[in-house]
């Protein structure tokens, strides 16, 4: 039997994910220019993505690593395989699976945040980072756009285009002002008085 509400549309909210910024500490902006990933290998969150655009990030940054967080799959193999074709595997730090409790000691060496997914809704790595005071650069996909600011509170992306994510991740790490601008957005983005 299908249920139908006489609820009016206006009565209707929608309660996005949200955190809460009292237990997040701004991190100073680090002197290493290290990239966070996280979301494994799951095809649908874009770690192929920014592997391919790792090879034009690393020519202009030479020093720049990439840590990459979450739970690998079958497709772990693959991706490995893919960085080591194109010559920047020794650039990647390929870390699994962390529990929650761990996550500040990688936020706090993160220059920026990278979420080039392919399907996302509302990431709360996005939130979180952004609790940070951290740049994110993503894809334009599902609730992301709701959450970035494009070029305010961080840099959107066309969504599986390796280089349109690595010119915006080039345009942050060749500018600090820009990066902290930016984090300082990101912040303000989910403070009670914004």
Known sequence: MLFRSKIANNKIFIVSNGVDISKFTVRSTPKKKTILFMGGSGEHKGLDILIFSLVFIIKKHPNTEIIILGEMNKREEMLIQMVKKLGVFSKTKWKGLVFQKEMYSFYKDTYLVVLPSKLDLFPLAAL????????????????IPEIINNKVNGLI???EDPYSLAKAIVNLLDNRSEERRVGKECRSRWSPYH
């Open 128 to 143: 979180e980072t952004m609790a940070y005071g951290i740049p994110i650069v993503a894809a334009n996909v599902g609730g």
């Open 157 to 159: 992306v066309n969504c």
